[in-house]
């Protein structure tokens, strides 16, 4: 069984910057699409980013472009989200998956994890 694990989040202030990371147990990771999506709190979840495969296109929401990194490591079956320039609106658990991808969006196949908090306040 794929299991996917969110390390890296945190309390930070706005402006700040958080390194998050998803690791995939299993062999979730090959050939697809691998995404991040958060749920803020009393929300539902949404769409963050995506990447490829081969990392030749990553896809992002409105509200983090400019802000927000995807990138992974197929060999260490490894995500990566770098988010900079962090609002108080991005305060949300930030869970990752791995799938298809449908526009300018994914669709998740895997069993989600516990995510990760990441929590913006001064």
């Known amino acids: 069984q794929v299991r996917l694990v969110e390390s890296g989040g945190g309390s930070v202030q706005p402006g700040g910057s958080l390194r998050l990371t998803c690791w995939d147990s299993?062999?979730?990771?090959?050939?697809?699409?691998v995404g991040w999506f958060r749920q803020p709190p009393g929300k539902e979840r949404e769409f963050v980013a995506s990447?490829?495969?081969?990392?030749?296109?990553?896809y992002y929401a409105d509200s983090v472009k400019g802000r927000f990194t995807i990138s992974r490591d197929n060999a260490k079956r490894t995500g990566y989200l770098q988010m900079n320039n962090l609002r108080p609106d991005d305060t949300a658990v930030y869970l990752c998956?791995?799938?298809?991808?449908?526009?300018?969006?994914?669709?998740?196949?895997?069993?989600w994890g516990q995510g990760t908090q990441v929590t913006v306040s001064s």
């Open positions: 299993g062999r979730g990771f090959e050939n697809v699409v």
């Open positions: 990447i490829t495969y081969n990392s030749d296109r990553t």
């Open positions: 998956n791995y799938g298809l991808q449908t526009g300018a969006s994914m669709v998740p196949v895997g069993s």
